[in-house]
T-cell receptor, first 114, second 113 residues
Framework: GENVEQHPSTLSVQEGDSAVIKCTYS??????FPWYKQELGKRPQLIID?????GEKKDQRIAVTLNKTAKHFSLHITETQPEDSAVYFC?????????????FGTGTKLQVIP | DTGVSQDPRHKITKRGQNVTFRCDPI?????LYWYRQTLGQGPEFLTY????????KSRLLSDRFSAERPKGSFSTLEIQRTEQGDSAMYLC???????????FGQGTRLTVV
């Protein structure tokens, strides 16, 4: 089955700096890569996603890149703000027995220091 | 609230007792997932329904766990003879057909004492 690895597990940045979180996946059939933000005690919420036919996607201060050949994808947050502090999960989704199965990474705890 | 809802939000139970959780997905979503999340970890897949059919169960789902989605709408997850290792956040998510994003409920936090 799919295996998703995520690095780093914790990340501290100064407010205004950029943050980068990297993930690798194992199943070349995976075709959809969402990123979720989870604040303490709250549900994971989708912040950006990318499909396998696209190499990069941007939404304001957040961007995601995908390298299908190397099977890795990354989340980039620019001009970080204290409210960006949360746990971020990458995920890979691909066909498995006729449906889309989502496998999550282990998470990155981002701390933005004011 | 038209999102995914889960009930109860918190459950404390004694070891050996049975517990049941409920998930109401977004109404037009035909896909429903159960995940378990322990502290510091990402959500781990437990099981998946497409409409009322349970299409996959993870090896994590022992015989003590059973899930149903009888009418293709809400789903229940039952844990029999709970153990301390079952303590976790149980998350439900739903999505529509195709490779669309999954929307999560707020979860049920289970504590087995």
């Amino acid at each position: 089955g799919e295996n998703v690895e995520q690095h780093p597990s914790t990340l501290s940045v100064q407010e205004g700096d950029s943050a980068v979180i990297k993930c690798t996946y194992s199943d070349s059939a995976s075709n959809y890569f969402p990123w979720y933000k989870q604040e303490l005690g709250k549900r994971p919420q989708l912040i950006i996603d990318i499909r396998s036919n696209v190499g990069e996607k941007k939404d304001q201060r957040i961007a995601v890149t995908l390298n299908k050949t190397a099977k890795h994808f990354s989340l980039h947050i620019t001009e970080t703000q204290p409210e960006d502090s949360a746990v971020y999960f990458c995920a890979a989704s691909g066909p498995a027995g006729g449906y889309q199965k989502v496998t999550f990474g282990t998470g990155t705890k981002l701390q933005v220091i004011p | 609230d038209t999102g995914v809802s889960q009930d109860p939000r918190h459950k404390i139970t004694k070891r050996g007792q049975n517990v049941t959780f409920r998930c109401d997905p977004i109404s037009e979503h035909n896909r429903l997932y159960w995940y378990r999340q322990t502290l510091g970890q990402g959500p781990e897949f437990l099981t998946y329904f497409q409409n009322e059919a349970q299409l996959e169960k993870s090896r994590l789902l022992s015989d003590r766990f059973s899930a149903e989605r009888p009418k293709g709408s809400f789903s229940t997850l039952e844990i029999q003879r709970t153990e301390q290792g079952d303590s976790a956040m149980y998350l439900c998510a739903s999505s529509s057909q195709g490779a669309g994003e999954a929307f999560f409920g707020q979860g049920t936090r289970l504590t087995v004492v």
